[in-house]
């Protein structure tokens, strides 16, 4: 019988410990990135938000600050891809083509856009 009480207990203290496992994407979340120097404009600030479908990964960029308000600049992202842990967005604002190439390390994001300007920022919100 005691044999039989410690085989229960031992199955409740076994089971109790098994957890499910839940996988985070480590590039999903909601950021606030901003663009260093850009010429005849200076810093742009850009809320970034990345999810992730069935087919691969979506992104979104918003404007922050007052330049929010203004409708000639919105943002329109033609595609996203994560390659070598580097992602690449390819978007249109104002009829010009623009690309990142991000990295994400923990919560902070670094990078350039178009090459030239340096992009750095923190994530606000994982998904």
């Given amino acids: 019988m005691k044999?039989?009480?410690?085989?229960?207990?031992?199955?409740?203290i076994i089971s109790c410990g098994v957890q499910k496992k839940v996988t985070k994407d480590l590039y999903t979340g909601v950021y606030e990135i901003t663009?260093?120097?850009v010429d005849q404009i200076g810093d742009i600030p850009l809320t970034l938000t990345i999810n992730k479908n069935e087919t691969g990964y979506i992104s979104k960029?918003?404007?922050?600050?007052e330049a929010?308000?203004?409708p000639d600049y919105m943002w329109e992202v033609e595609g996203t891809k994560v390659e070598d842990e580097v992602i690449s967005i390819e978007a249109i604002i104002a009829s010009?083509?623009?690309d990142f190439e991000l990295t994400i390390e923990g919560d902070e994001v670094s990078?350039?856009?178009?090459?030239?300007?340096?992009?750095?920022?923190?994530?606000?919100?994982?998904?």
């Fill in 96 to 98: 010009y083509d623009v």
């Fill in 3 to 12: 044999k039989l009480i410690f085989l229960f207990i031992s199955f409740l």
């Fill in 35 to 37: 663009v260093f120097d």
């Fill in 61 to 65: 960029l918003d404007m922050r600050g």
């Fill in 68 to 70: 929010a308000e203004n």
């Fill in 111 to 127: 990078g350039s856009m178009v090459g030239m300007f340096d992009v750095e920022g923190t994530r606000v919100e994982s998904k």
